[in-house]
């Protein structure tokens, strides 16, 4: 068979195929938004109060959790949420969260951390209180890190989704396990292409958000005096 031909084929294949193909892609992409959702709104806060906190044993014990998960082989962590969770897409997202974790927390961080100090001090002797000084000056700063940190995340957790059809929780995956199980390749392309321009189009999407934010200059300490009445 040519080439062009078995091309040919794909494409009738993937036209004939082209409702499961769609159903799967919008499952597989609702798994992997609500997963790296989840991540952002533990592991965000978390990072802001870690790099805002004096405490080292609170930081290294929270970093050293993070990254338990994510040295946690995926198969073996769907494999020891089953007998927690059972099958389908609540563990899956609930994995997923798990590896989503770390890389958001470690951008946070640090980009909470990147705020220069000597702008801190000056704020707070102008009048700001801890939660205006995060809001105003250490939130603007830390914002590329941030969406960098979501970015990554994104793109892996697309790719990792591909798992999930393994304990029943759908996605592009289950093309690509039943074209395995029944020698179809063209189940096996279609399934791991869809997968591949999911993670460039989100890859490409934050990248300009990224580069969006990267433009917006952080409020400075002085442009937005306030008494020290009014500090938080």
């Known amino acids: 068979m040519s080439d062009k031909s078995w091309w040919s084929d794909l494409a009738a294949f993937a036209t004939q195929r082209m409702p499961d193909l769609w159903a799967a892609t919008v499952e597989h992409l609702w798994i992997s938004a609500l997963a790296v959702v989840l991540g952002c709104l533990v592991a ?31 198969l073996a962590l769907l494999a020891l949420l089953i007998p ?18 770390l890389p958001l927390l470690r951008n946070t961080y640090a980009g909470m951390e990147s705020a220069d100090r000597s702008i801190l001090e000056a704020a707070k002797g102008m009048g700001y209180g801890p939660l205006q000084r995060i ?6 700063i830390a914002l590329p890190y941030i969406i960098s940190g979501i970015r990554v995340t994104t793109v892996y957790i697309i790719s990792w989704t591909t798992l999930a059809s393994l304990i029943g929780g759908g996605g592009l995956g289950v093309l ?7 020698n179809k390749d063209e189940l096996i392309i279609m399934g791991a292409l869809a997968a591949i321009v999911l993670a460039l189009l989100a890859d490409y999407v ?3 958000v990224e580069k969006r934010s990267m433009r917006k200059k952080p409020m400075a300490a002085a442009s937005k005096p306030i008494s020290t009445s009014a500090a938080a």
């Open 135 to 140: 809001v105003f000056i250490q939130l603007p």
């Open 206 to 208: 934050l990248g300009l």
């Open 44 to 74: 965000i806060p978390v990072g802001i109060l870690l790099a805002n906190s004096s405490n080292r044993f609170l930081k290294s014990f929270t970093f050293g959790v993070a990254n338990l998960f994510q040295t946690i082989p995926s």
């Open 176 to 182: 690509i396990f039943s074209g395995l199980g029944v």
């Open 84 to 101: 927690l969770m059972g099958i389908g897409m609540k563990p899956a997202i609930f994995a997923l969260f798990l590896y989503a974790l």
